[in-house]
């Protein structure tokens, strides 16, 4: 199985959910490498300040399992952003 990416919008303004899937392959190096480096990291992610943002629950999927996480908008990049669609 070939590393992937399932990403869920919540919140913003009119609290529009959304949901995407990106494969790591088709994501830039740069882009890769920031998300590998969210879901390495050992303390809790800040939230982001305000109200109505957006909140993307990512989880990675690869052979040796999944691992999920919640990422405020301004650290997601937005190649990863724009592959969400909303749903209604």
């Given amino acids: 199985m070939a590393e ?11 609290g529009l959910k959304g949901r995407g899937t990106v494969d790591a392959a ?6 890769r490498e920031a ?31 999944s691992k999920t996480l919640e990422v405020p908008e301004t650290l997601l990049p937005r190649s990863v952003a724009r592959a969400v669609k909303d749903q209604i």
Wanted: avoid cysteine.
């Fill in 26 to 31: 088709a994501l830039d190096e740069k882009d």
């Fill in 35 to 65: 998300l590998q480096e969210l879901f390495e990291r050992k303390k809790p992610l800040p939230r982001d300040a305000g109200a109505d943002r957006y909140i993307f629950t990512i989880t990675r999927q690869s052979e040796a399992g």
């Fill in 4 to 14: 992937r990416f399932i990403i869920e919008r919540q919140g913003g303004l009119a």
